[in-house]
């Protein structure tokens, strides 16, 4: 007699996903997503592009973050490059937009090996302040090279026109982001089940044991960092085009402590987690300000101004109040309300 929930076999074990609920679940989602652009405002349309082109880059940092256990503080960087790699194949030299979005995946990938490949040997905080410093670097290249980049006027973006189909408007901009966020999920997904990406998680859970279990590390820490820095990198330019103007100052170091935050939010090392994170972190801020204007305009009009400094204060105190009262995130408390509901009223 079968009871509890447990593997048989390899197969149901590298299973996408071995439950028929889920799957009727994540149609109703898709279905959901498909219909908003025509049930939505503007103004809530403009947070679901936000939230899809965060959870395309959340899931580019898991993979070498939640996955690898490869801290890095200078995601931005990567985000960044991408966004300037489209702008100046698209803007500058009028390459198609298909190519523009290869080459925002292509130029961080390769930028990632100049930071990736003296970093193999580095661990923990030593290699999280290396990633920040590539950032700041890549900030100052970016600036100087005036005659690719225009330095601090930035370069003007529109939308792409792909294979006849225009997304000028919001809600085809929304599909275009739709389809890439869901392109990334799909395919972090089947990394994570993946040979590589069970070497990924042998890695980050010990690397000594990993070693001599055969897997070579320096090639799979370099392999996480390009993968991570090709997906981050069509975050950015999906980013610089609902921005539709890319300069340094329109990525901020706060979106490294955003990324980092969704996924102790959301949960290390899960897809799942990295897109829960995104919903909560990305609406926290205006939730906070809707709660906060209902007892004073001053306060509404404080998140206004100011409104990079709450978003520091806010990431900061959720990431405390998670770090403490919850380790595993929004998934870790998914998973113990539905094994609380299972075996009520046991407490195991």
């Known amino acids: 007699m079968r009871t509890g929930d447990y593997k048989q076999s390899y197969g149901e074990l590298v299973a996408l996903i071995d439950s028929p609920p889920v799957w009727l679940w994540s149609a109703v989602l898709l279905l959901a997503l498909i219909a908003a652009p025509y049930l939505l405002n503007s103004y809530a349309l403009s947070f679901l592009m936000i939230i899809l082109i965060t ?74 302040i290396t990633t920040l410093a590539f950032s700041f670097i890549i900030n100052t290249v970016i600036l100087e090279m005036r005659w690719l980049t225009n330095g601090a006027r930035g370069i003007q973006v529109q939308r792409p026109e792909i294979l006849g189909i225009s997304f000028d408007s919001d809600a085809a901009f929304t599909y275009l982001c739709l389809a890439i966020a869901a392109l990334t999920l799909f395919a972090t997904l089947n990394i994570r089940r993946s040979r590589v990406g069970r070497a990924f998680v042998a890695i980050r859970d010990n690397d ?52 980092l935050a969704i996924l102790i939010v959301g949960g290390l090392g899960s897809a799942l987690g990295a897109v829960l994170g995104t919903v909560l972190i990305v609406l926290l801020p205006e939730a906070t300000r809707l709660v ?19 978003k520091s204060m806010l990431y900061g105190l959720v990431i405390i109040l998670f770090l403490r009262f919850q380790p595993r995130g929004l998934l870790g408390a998914w998973h113990d309300i539905k094994r609380a509901w299972v075996h009520w009223p046991l407490r195991y």
């Open 292 to 310: 906060f204007s209902l007892f004073s305009a001053q306060m509404d009009a404080t998140f206004t101004t100011g409104a990079q400094e709450l």
């Open 208 to 259: 000594t044991a990993a070693r001599v279990m055969g897997i070579n590390l320096h090639a799979y820490k370099l392999f996480a960092f390009v993968t991570s820095a090709f997906i981050t990198g069509i975050a950015g330019a999906l980013y610089g085009i609902y921005l539709s103007f890319v300069s340094v100052e329109g990525f901020p170091f706060l979106l490294s402590i955003e990324a």
């Open 55 to 128: 959870v395309t880059g959340a899931l580019g940092l898991n993979i070498l973050t939640g996955y690898t256990g490869l801290i890095s503080l200078g995601h931005v960087g990567f985000l960044v490059t991408g966004a300037y790699a489209y702008a100046v194949l698209v803007s500058k030299y009028h390459m198609p937009p298909l190519v523009g979005f290869l080459g925002a995946g292509i130029v961080p990938a390769l930028a990632s090996l100049i930071v990736g490949a003296p970093s193999l040997r580095l661990k923990g905080l030593y290699l999280a």
